[in-house]
């Protein structure tokens, strides 16, 4: 089980990134697949996941600004991140739970079993 996250960079207030997370070694539309990050001295924090069944959730600090979806041909999944703030600077990685029932998909740290090396967004003018 491996996971490349990517696509972060450097974007001005209010501009957009779309993340990817690519995965390899296992079918991805069977695990559901999480969105965490970390900024400097804080702690990593939830923000979004998309279950087995294509069912999604978001955080409510970037609810309304950003859309998670899955490309299961492409082993894929994006994080399309607008309106960005630079609250929203941080490492951003993608996780996957391989217990994960059908419907639902965890918000916790502690619900994911494998994790991809993170990719930088630093939102800053």
């Known amino acids: 089980v491996q996971l490349q996250a990517s696509g972060g960079g450097l974007v001005e207030p209010g501009g957009s990134l779309r993340l990817s997370c690519a995965a390899s070694?296992?079918?991805?539309?069977?695990?559901?697949i999480g969105w965490f990050r970390q900024a400097p001295e804080k702690e990593r924090e939830w923000v979004s996941c998309?279950?087995?069944?294509?069912?999604?959730r978001y955080a409510d600090t970037m609810k309304g600004r950003i859309t998670i979806s899955r490309d299961n041909p492409k082993k894929t999944v994006y994080l399309q991140m607008n309106s960005l703030k630079p609250e929203d600077t941080a490492v951003y990685y993608c996780?996957?739970?391989?217990?994960?029932?059908?419907?639902?998909?965890?918000?916790?740290?502690?619900?994911?079993?494998?994790w991809g090396q993170g990719t930088l967004v630093t939102v800053s003018s």
């Open positions: 070694g296992f079918t991805l539309n069977r695990y559901a």
């Open positions: 998309i279950a087995r069944n294509g069912n999604t």
């Open positions: 996780a996957v739970d391989r217990n994960a029932i059908l419907i639902w998909c965890p918000d916790a740290t502690g619900g994911y079993d494998d």
